[in-house]
């Protein structure tokens, strides 16, 4: 006949030394790391964030949230929704122009040419950010390769530099490949047996797409969606090249005020720590609804 251990054996057994110092010992580096890189800059940011007037070499003593205050004003207003369209009108760009090609990848493409296709789509990451934006001001300006190939046409030339349109192209070439690779990742899992099965039941192709291969997709479409909304909400380098003084966003905005000429610390940091929220608050969501799986396979 076995004992059953008491209550008090089992505490003293869970609070052993050896079941908590092994895992710790696994996790302290990577939480040194943290805590030094992320927690505690964020941190002084908030910190900062917190002291109303604060400038470079102008300390200024007490708390509030006079930065904060300041950003409800309506220029500010202003660039904080200009970014959200800008994040936005890329993801939709992003989705629209994604789709068709993750889908032929993933279920028409011959299947031997399906990873060297793969590695050419995403041959531009490869590439600095900064190049690529470089490549789109030679595209773009008025003596470039697109206004060369409209006169060659007869047609007239186009001031696409500068303006927002540009900032949505550039920042749509920039995350177009996360956006087909997280959907590719997606769609290969898509069990294509109830698409056989709608097509046997007399379902037409377009209600076979609607009612499988979305519902299948979907934690993939929200996690390609959220991953480029966040990465376009605080991109820098695509506005600052292509988007001109017309096109101040959030990020452009918080450079300013940190290296621009009014070098405003405090408000600058508040408006970080705003989209610092954003960022988490995206990514509560695409660890909530997406496919967490397709995210980490790319």
Do not use: D, E
């Given at each position: 006949m076995t004992s059953v251990p008491s209550v008090s054996t089992t505490w003293a057994d869970r609070l052993a030394p050896r079941r908590w110092l092994g895992p710790l010992v696994l996790l302290a580096p990577a939480g040194i790391w943290l805590l030094l890189l992320l927690v505690l800059p964020t941190l002084l940011i908030l910190e900062i964030s917190l002291v109303p007037g604060l400038r470079l070499g102008q300390p200024s003593g007490g708390y509030g949230l006079g930065n904060y205050l300041q950003i409800l004003q309506p220029v500010?207003?202003?660039?904080?929704?200009?970014?959200?369209?800008?994040?936005?009108?890329?993801?939709?760009?992003?989705?629209?122009?994604?789709?068709?090609?993750?889908?032929?990848?993933?279920?028409?493409?011959?299947?031997?040419?399906?990873?060297?296709?793969?590695?050419?789509?995403?041959?531009?990451?490869?590439?600095?950010?900064?190049?690529?934006?470089?490549?789109?001001?030679?595209?773009?300006?008025?003596s470039g390769v697109l206004n060369t190939m409209l006169n060659a046409l007869g047609l007239p030339t186009q001031s696409w530099l500068n303006t927002p349109t540009a900032v949505l192209i550039g920042l749509t070439y920039s995350f177009l490949p996360y956006m087909v690779l997280i959907l590719y990742a997606s769609l290969e899992k898509l069990d294509t047996r109830l698409l056989e099965a709608a097509a046997d039941l007399g379902a037409t192709p377009r209600q076979s797409f609607?009612?499988?291969?979305?519902?299948?997709?979907?934690?993939?479409?929200?996690?390609?969606?959220?991953?480029?909304?966040?990465?376009?909400?605080?991109d820098f380098v695509v506005p600052t090249l292509l988007g001109g003084a017309s096109s101040m966003n959030i990020s452009r905005l918080i450079y300013n005020q940190f290296l621009g000429p009014t070098r405003a610390w405090g408000f600058g940091?508040?408006?970080?720590?705003?989209?610092?929220?954003?960022?988490?608050?995206?990514?509560?969501?695409?660890?909530r609804y997406g496919d967490r799986r397709s995210v980490a396979e790319t």
């Open positions: 500010y207003l202003r660039v904080m929704a200009r970014s959200l369209a800008f994040a936005l009108g890329s993801t939709l760009l992003c989705l629209v122009l994604g789709f068709p090609v993750a889908y032929w990848l993933a279920l028409l493409s011959p299947r031997r040419w399906r990873n060297l296709l793969l590695v050419g789509f995403i041959l531009p990451l490869w590439t600095s950010s900064l190049l690529r934006a470089y490549a789109w001001t030679t595209i773009l300006r008025p609607w009612q499988i291969t979305v519902p299948q997709t979907l934690p993939g479409i929200a996690a390609s969606c959220l991953l480029v909304f966040i990465t376009s909400l605080g940091s508040a408006l970080s720590m705003v989209l610092i929220l954003a960022v988490s608050l995206a990514i509560a969501l695409l660890l």
